[in-house]
């Protein structure tokens, strides 16, 4: 449906975050070619793209191909990108609320959900944010230096896809799966010494409650033919559900079936046994982390625990049994999810923030007249960048409608950035930085090198 505008401004709207969430809110309410519709992105680094940039595995570039359609939507003249620019500090929300006819919050989920046992302090027990974000240049994460030269056996918490992730970057040979990526090269550089053979993933729960998906593993237990061998899993997580094969969905069906093929392959090859190693655990929770020294663990406690399902319609739960066990782990990587936060001055813009689940409460994107939330931030840190899109165009369609009943005209802060004495990234300042970053890796032989630190980048367009 094509709405007709009768005013003869245009109405303002400002984006706060230019990941995914951001980009796809501008797409979807520039889509109309005729519409009259300012947007203005601003990003509190100085570069766009957010979790496309930095939260993407490096052997995974066709996720980051959203990125074309992000480019045709900067280069709408309707369009603004003000990167460098940190709202709640540089900008109030405040400004924002008076400026312009909407504003849309879509800076996503920065925070970790804490692993809150014995131990957890310890150097040696990294976040997957972290250390996803320190191989992907995330900028405040550089000086991280995970001691993998020291570490033999490392324990992942959680099953997603990231988990699956972070396997395949700590054991898979740097030439020729990372070498060639947009890896940093002081990643590149650790990973190289890595001493890492093995990879124990853990869940709280059993084998068909895995988060990650069958292409993942799939992906990961094809590495047997680069030398990275999958240890199993238990027959006890197995055994039970054989008999129930023909009643399981079709992906817990395939799910059984690539662990059983697999298993039998390796049962018939004579090839060479693999170097590296990684296995599945479950029914497992985390309780106490034992140090061995203040750079590397010893060991991780758990409790096990099981599978409850009272009724057919009631979704399956854990219960602890009392009984324990230990891994051994030289070090720890917690991949249990983001959490959103509150930027600053927004509850005291008037803005409600839940901050035990870390996202803004609304309605449909709708969290007060002439305020929204789209993304990860609107509805917590769930789903992949495909489902930020249909959220994303399903907000804007939100802010297209309150629009159309909206006769207040607004000037948006174009002017007022302008002039400050901060530098700010402009789109033009970004393509230069995008050049700069793919001659460098062109000279590599990789996709990307990556600009590290913030003064790098601001010194680059100066």
Same mark, same amino acid.
């Given at each position: 449906?094509?709405?007709?505008? #009768?005013r003869?401004?245009?109405?303002?709207?400002?984006?706060?975050?230019?990941?995914?969430?951001?980009?796809?809110?501008?797409?979807r309410?520039?889509?109309d070619?005729?519409?009259?519709?300012?947007?203005?992105?601003?990003?509190?680094l100085?570069?766009? /793209?957010?979790?496309?940039?930095?939260?993407?595995?490096?052997?995974?570039p066709?996720?980051?191909?959203?990125?074309?359609?992000?480019?045709?939507?900067?280069?709408?003249?309707?369009?603004n990108?003000?990167? &460098? #620019?940190? +709202?709640?500090?540089?900008?109030?929300?405040?400004?924002?609320?008076d400026?312009?006819?909407a504003?849309i919050?879509?800076?996503?989920?920065s925070?970790?959900?804490?692993?809150n046992?014995?131990?957890?302090?310890?150097k040696?027990?990294?976040?997957?944010?972290?250390?996803?974000?320190?191989?992907?240049g995330?900028?405040?994460?550089q000086?991280l230096?995970?001691?993998?030269e020291?570490?033999r056996?490392?324990?992942?918490?959680?099953n997603? &896809?990231?988990?699956l992730?972070?396997?395949?970057?700590l054991?898979g040979?740097v030439?020729?799966?990372?070498?060639s990526?947009? +890896?940093?090269?002081?990643?590149? !550089?650790?990973?190289?010494?890595?001493?890492?053979?093995h990879?124990?993933?853990v869940?709280r729960?059993g084998l068909?409650?895995?988060?990650?998906?069958?292409?993942e593993?799939k992906?990961l237990?094809?590495?047997?033919? +680069?030398?990275?061998?999958?240890?199993?899993? !238990?027959?006890d =997580?197995?055994?039970?559900?054989?008999?129930?094969?023909?009643?399981?969905?079709?992906?817990?069906?395939?799910?059984?079936?690539?662990?059983t093929?697999y298993f039998?392959?390796?049962?018939?090859?004579?090839?060479?046994?693999?170097?590296?190693e990684?296995?599945?655990?479950?029914?497992?929770?985390?309780k106490?982390?034992?140090?061995?020294?203040?750079?590397?663990l010893?060991?991780?406690?758990?409790? =096990? &625990?099981?599978?409850?399902?009272?009724? +057919?319609?009631?979704? #399956?739960?854990?219960?602890?049994?009392?009984e324990?066990t230990?891994?051994?782990?030289d070090l720890l990587?917690?991949s249990?999810?983001y959490?959103?936060c509150?930027?600053?001055?927004l509850?005291?813009?008037?803005?409600?923030?839940?901050?035990?689940?870390g /996202?803004?409460?609304?309605?449909?994107?709708?969290?007060?007249?002439?305020?929204y939330?789209?993304?990860?931030?609107?509805?917590?840190?769930?789903?992949?960048i495909?489902?930020?899109m249909?959220?994303?165009?399903?907000?804007?369609?939100?802010?297209? !409608?309150?629009?159309? &009943?909206?006769s207040?005209e607004k =000037?948006?802060?174009? =002017?007022?950035?302008?002039?400050?004495?901060?530098? #700010?990234?402009?789109?033009?300042d970004w393509?230069?930085?995008?050049?700069?970053?793919?001659?460098?890796g062109?000279?590599?032989?990789?996709t990307?090198?990556?600009?590290?630190?913030?003064?790098q980048?601001l010194?680059?367009i100066k």
């Amino acid at each position: 449906m094509i709405r007709q505008f #009768v005013r003869f401004y245009s109405q303002k709207v400002a984006i706060v975050g230019s990941g995914p969430a951001g980009f796809y809110t501008a797409l979807r309410l520039l889509k109309d070619p005729s519409q009259k519709i300012n947007v203005d992105i601003f990003e509190k680094l100085p570069v766009p /793209y957010g979790l496309s940039r930095f939260g993407v595995a490096p052997d995974h570039p066709e996720v980051k191909e959203c990125q074309t359609r992000f480019e045709e939507v900067a280069h709408d003249k309707r369009f603004n990108f003000y990167g &460098n #620019v940190d +709202i709640g500090k540089d900008v109030s929300i405040e400004m924002l609320k008076d400026n312009y006819n909407a504003v849309i919050f879509a800076y996503g989920c920065s925070e970790d959900n804490k692993l809150n046992i014995k131990g957890a302090d310890h150097k040696g027990v990294i976040s997957s944010r972290q250390f996803v974000g320190w191989y992907n240049g995330v900028f405040d994460l550089q000086d991280l230096n995970p001691p993998l030269e020291k570490a033999r056996r490392v324990v992942i918490i959680g099953n997603g &896809n990231v988990a699956l992730d972070l396997t395949r970057v700590l054991l898979g040979p740097v030439d020729p799966l990372w070498k060639s990526t947009d +890896i940093t090269a002081k990643a590149i !550089s650790k990973l190289k010494e890595s001493k890492v053979e093995h990879v124990t993933i853990v869940g709280r729960r059993g084998l068909l409650q895995s988060a990650f998906t069958n292409k993942e593993l799939k992906e990961l237990i094809d590495m047997h033919s +680069i030398g990275v061998g999958f240890k199993g899993v !238990s027959e006890d =997580h197995i055994a039970p559900f054989a008999p129930l094969a023909k009643n399981l969905g079709r992906i817990q069906k395939r799910r059984l079936d690539l662990l059983t093929k697999y298993f039998q392959k390796v049962k018939n090859s004579t090839k060479t046994a693999c170097t590296k190693e990684w296995e599945l655990q479950y029914l497992l929770s985390p309780k106490e982390i034992i140090a061995k020294d203040d750079q590397l663990l010893s060991k991780v406690v758990f409790e =096990h &625990n099981v599978l409850v399902q009272p009724d +057919i319609d009631v979704p #399956v739960s854990i219960e602890p049994t009392g009984e324990f066990t230990e891994l051994p782990a030289d070090l720890l990587i917690y991949s249990t999810g983001y959490k959103g936060c509150a930027i600053q001055g927004l509850i005291e813009a008037g803005i409600p923030f839940n901050e035990k689940k870390g /996202y803004i409460p609304n309605k449909d994107g709708r969290v007060s007249p002439g305020i929204y939330a789209s993304g990860w931030i609107r509805r917590g840190a769930t789903g992949a960048i495909a489902s930020t899109m249909m959220d994303a165009f399903f907000v804007a369609e939100t802010v297209l !409608s309150d629009l159309d &009943n909206s006769s207040t005209e607004k =000037h948006g802060l174009g =002017h007022y950035i302008s002039k400050q004495n901060k530098p #700010v990234v402009t789109w033009q300042d970004w393509e230069k930085i995008q050049e700069h970053e793919s001659e460098a890796g062109t000279s590599l032989g990789k996709t990307r090198e990556k600009l590290t630190t913030i003064d790098q980048v601001l010194e680059l367009i100066k």
